[in-house]
């Protein structure tokens, strides 16, 4: 059973940065990819972030330009670095792994919260 792992998070006011990290375990098949989606009381869950095993990344076009997703292959960790954040930004964030078989894995969310 593939375990996902996110750890990060936290309170900051507008105009701040964090941090959010993410490691996945127990794949017999491989990771093919990995990212980060976001939801927002009332919302849908939503694309961050997304970075393929060969280094492809993608972005939600709310996020270009202040936040970067980062991932290692060997240990299967993915990492999103969050600039300039703004209070829309605020949501729980959730880590989603996908093995070579293309079955989804989620971590169990980490809340961001960005003060005005």
């Known amino acids: 059973q593939v375990q996902v792992v996110e750890s990060g998070g936290g309170l900051v006011q507008a105009g701040g940065s964090l941090r959010l990290s993410c490691a996945a375990s127990g794949s017999m098949f491989g990771i093919n990819g990995m990212g980060w989606y976001r939801q927002a009381p009332g919302k849908q869950r939503e694309l961050v972030a997304r970075i393929t095993s060969g280094g492809n990344e993608n972005y939600a076009d709310s996020v270009k330009g202040r936040f970067t997703i980062s991932g290692d292959n060997a240990k299967n960790t993915v990492s999103l670095q969050m600039n300039n954040l703004k209070p829309e930004d605020t949501a729980v964030y959730y880590c989603?792994?996908?093995?070579?078989?293309?079955?989804?894995?989620w971590g169990q969310g980490t809340q961001v919260t960005v003060s005005s």
């Open positions: 989603n792994a996908v093995d070579g078989r293309g079955h989804d894995y």
